[in-house]
């Protein structure tokens, strides 16, 4: 997949058949609509072509809402749109200009001029334009004298991508995992730096990698002990670098080692009464020094909920258990 983050760079695409949306998540009611979008590519022998903006449009022309938090980070939704085999990614910087031309501009001067676009695949309730005003039957008024095809995503479609959306974004809040990663199709993963905390793992005999989220709308599980796989990346410097309008592979932002397996910790560690919420990842036969570093983890399944121990032999006993009960998640016991 080839990535550009200028539209004044953009090679002249072949019959492009696009579509425009944010795709948060990619979950698999987007992999539906991408499905359409390559099948209609194929059948017209064009490319697809996929439009997104950054930062997300919520955040520009809402500016009184409270923070809200994505499924992917623009980095995460670059990988897993090349995941799906869309030949061409464009990453349009959404700003307040941006968002105040006219839907006629919107379509001339940006779509039109632009894109060049065969075939637009959009759904009925796509909107776009100054106050949002421009829709469906305005691309298609265009469509008929600007010999462009417009195709409509069905309304089931769209609808069900709504609420999957938010019923995944809350499911990862509740802690309901596995419903979660059902719904997206993949494991929900996040990445942050290894950075140090108090080595209160390391007396307990659970050292365990204390995490950095770089992303402050990222979203992160709520509170609770989960099983999870990791991914150890290079330094922070090395990797999450924006390319400019080159052509991406998968590898560019993956972590670079063997998939390792461990358990998770979110919350304010009530047992030592530390009001601060941290992410704690316990990594099984695992013992290097990875301060410094990224470490993307995937998380598998919730176990319990944080609690307040009698002691810390007591927190020692539990954790304990819950490493017995993450290696029975993966088939494993303590002596494997």
């Given at each position: ?273 530390d009001n601060r919420r941290t992410i704690e990842v316990n990594l099984f036969d695992f013992n290097a020094d990875i301060y410094g570093r990224t470490l993307r983890v995937y998380v598998k399944k919730y176990l319990r909920p944080e609690e307040k121990f009698d002691g810390l032999e007591a927190l020692k006993v539990q954790l304990a258990k819950d490493k017995e009960d993450s290696l029975r998640y993966f088939g494993l016991n303590s002596s494997s």
């Open positions: 997949m080839k990535v550009y983050y200028s539209t004044d760079d953009m090679p002249a695409f072949n019959r492009a058949v696009l579509t425009i949306g944010t795709f948060d998540g990619v979950h698999l009611g987007h992999q539906q609509i991408l499905e359409q979008l390559k099948q209609e590519a194929a059948r017209i022998a064009g490319e697809t072509v996929i439009i997104t903006f950054h930062p997300h449009p919520r955040k520009v022309v809402s500016g009184t809402q409270p923070a809200f938090h994505l499924l992917n980070t623009i980095e995460e939704r670059i990988e897993l749109l090349d995941k799906n085999g869309i030949d061409h990614l464009v990453v349009v910087p959404f700003t307040a200009a941006f968002a105040q031309q006219t839907p006629e501009a919107y379509i001339e001067h940006f779509l039109i001029e632009k894109f060049h676009p065969h075939t637009i695949i959009i759904g009925y309730d796509h909107r776009f334009g100054q106050g949002r005003t421009g829709n469906y039957k305005l691309l298609e008024a265009y469509s008929d004298r600007s010999g462009f095809r417009l195709m409509e995503i069905p309304p089931h479609v769209i609808d069900e991508n709504t609420v999957s959306s938010t019923r995944i974004r809350q499911a990862i809040l509740d802690g309901r995992i596995e419903p979660a990663n059902t719904l997206l199709g993949y494991d929900f993963f996040f990445e942050g730096t290894v950075v140090e905390g108090n080595k209160l793992g390391r007396v307990l005999g659970y050292p365990t990698a204390n995490l950095r989220m770089e992303n402050e709308e990222k979203l992160v599980p709520g509170n609770g002990i989960y099983v999870v796989e990791a991914e150890l990346g290079g330094q922070k410097s090395e990797v999450g670098s924006q390319k400019s309008n080159l052509e991406f592979q998968t590898s560019d932002l993956r972590p670079q080692i063997s998939v390792l397996r461990g358990m998770m910790s979110i919350g304010i560690r009530p047992t030592i009464t």
